[in-house]
C-alpha cells in the first residue's frame, strides 16, 4: 500500500519547532560527572528529521527561532549547508538563549541527557511569524510535540498546523516528548491530542502514545481507534526491539522488525527513523518498506557518536535492509 501526496508542491517536508545544541560525551561507559570533553552538533527533534531528509535528497524547510549568538549562527549555517531552506528561521532580538543538550553514555542502552531548556529561543517563535505563503509549498509540515510545551511556541504550531489543513498539506505530528518542557500530564495530554487530532500521519513510541492518552500501558488498538475516528489515515506505533508498526486506516496493518547493529548510545533514533520513513513515503515506496527505511536508519544512528551528522544516505539504509540481519 502507497501514501498519497500533492506532487505539485515544491517542498517535500517544512519541520517546525526546536534546533538546539547537542553536546556528546566524548568519553563512553563512563558519568557525567567524570566525563570532561563533548563534541558539538545541531541537535532537537524536528531539527534532526529536517537534516535527515535532506541528506537523503528531499527538499526540505524549517520554521524555527534561534538566538541571536554564536549558537543560533551555527544552527543556521550547519542547516542551509545540509541542503534545508532556512529563509523562514527568525532570529530571536530578545535575548532568548540557544537550548544545550548535555548527553551521558554509561553504556549502550543506559544513556541520559541533560537539558537547558529555560528562557530558549525556539519556545518564543509568534504565531505572525508562520507564513502562510511557505506552508502552502509543502507536501508533508512535521511538527514535534516539545514545541507544544510554552505559549507563544505553542499557537504558532497550532497556526501552521491550521494553515496545512486549509492548504492540503499533510500533517505529521513526531510525539517527541521531553518531560522537562511540560508542567503536568494533563497539560501535555491536552495539547498532544489537540494537535494529534488534526494529523494524517502520528509517529511515536508505545510510551510516548500513553504520555498523550494519560493512560498506563496503552493497547495499540485503542490508541488508533481513537484516531481514525479523526484526521489521522496513518499511525505509527515503535516499540524499540520489537520493531514498529504501522496502522492505515484501512484496515491493514504492517510491522518492520528493528535490524541488528553495534549500538553505541540510544538518542537519535527516534529521529532518523521519522526522516527515512518520510523519506521512503514521498519517494513512492509503500508503507512496509517505508516502516523498513525507519528502522534501518534509527539503527544506523543508535551505532554513531551524533544524531543530526549521523544521518544515513538512502544507499546505507538499502546496504542493511538488503542485509536483512534483524534483532
Not at 211 to 230: C, P, Q, R, S, W
Request: a negative charge; hydrophobic letters at 40%; aromatic letters at 8%.
Amino acid at each position: 500500500m502507497n501514501y498519497t501526496f500533492n506532487n505539485k508542491k515544491e517542498l517535500d517536508v517544512i519541520a517546525i519547532g526546536r534546533a538546539c545544541i547537542d553536546l556528546n560525551a566524548n568519553e563512553y561507559n563512563q558519568p557525567m560527572e567524570e566525563t570532561m570533553t563533548f563534541t558539538k552538533y545541531v541537535g532537537g527533534s524536528p531539527a534532526n528529521v529536517a537534516i535527515g531528509s535532506a541528506k537523503l535528497g528531499l527538499n526540505v524547510g524549517f520554521i524555527g527561532k534561534l538566538a541571536d549568538d554564536q549558537h543560533g549562527r551555527f544552527i543556521e549555517q550547519y542547516m542551509r549547508n545540509a541542503g534545508i531552506d532556512t529563509s523562514n528561521m527568525v532570529t530571536d532580538k530578545e535575548g532568548h538563549k540557544t537550548g544545550l543538550a548535555f548527553t551521558e553514555i554509561l553504556s549502550p542502552d543506559e544513556c541520559s541527557i541533560l537539558m537547558y531548556r529555560d528562557d530558549v529561543a525556539d519556545l518564543y517563535l509568534e504565531p505572525s511569524e508562520v507564513s502562510e505563503d511557505y506552508i502552502q509549498q509543502a507536501k508533508i509540515l512535521l511538527v514535534s510535540g516539545t514545541a507544544l510545551a510554552k505559549s507563544p511556541s505553542r499557537e504558532a504550531v497550532l497556526k501552521a498546523v491550521s494553515l496545512a489543513k486549509k492548504h492540503g498539506v499533510k500533517i505529521v505530528f513526531e510525539l517527541d516528548y521531553r518531560p522537562y518542557t511540560w508542567t503536568s500530564p494533563d497539560e501535555t495530554a491536552v495539547y498532544y491530542m489537540l494537535v494529534a487530532e488534526q494529523s494524517d500521519i502520528v509517529i511515536g513510541t508505545r510510551d510516548e502514545f500513553d504520555v498523550m492518552e494519560n493512560i498506563k500501558n496503552g493497547d495499540n488498538n485503542a490508541t488508533i481507534e481513537n484516531l481514525f475516528n479523526h484526521s489521522a489515515d496513518l499511525v505509527v506505533i515503535k516499540h524499540g526491539v520489537e520493531g514498529s508498526y504501522a496502522y492505515a486506516k484501512t484496515g491493514e496493518t504492517f510491522r518492520a522488525r528493528a535490524y541488528k547493529t553495534n549500538v553505541l548510545k540510544t538518542f537519535g533514533a527516534g529521529d532518523s527513523y521519522a526522516s527515512a520513513f518520510l523519506y521512503a513515503l514521498v519517494s513512492g515506496k509503500d508503507i512496509e518498506t517505508a516502516l523498513k527505511y525507519g528502522s534501518a536508519s534509527a539503527s544506523i544512528v543508535v551505532s554513531k557518536h551524533s544524531s543530526s551528522d549521523a544521518m544515513p544516505i538512502a544507499s546505507d539504509i538499502e546496504q542493511l535492509i538488503e542485509a536483512g540481519v534483524h534483532v
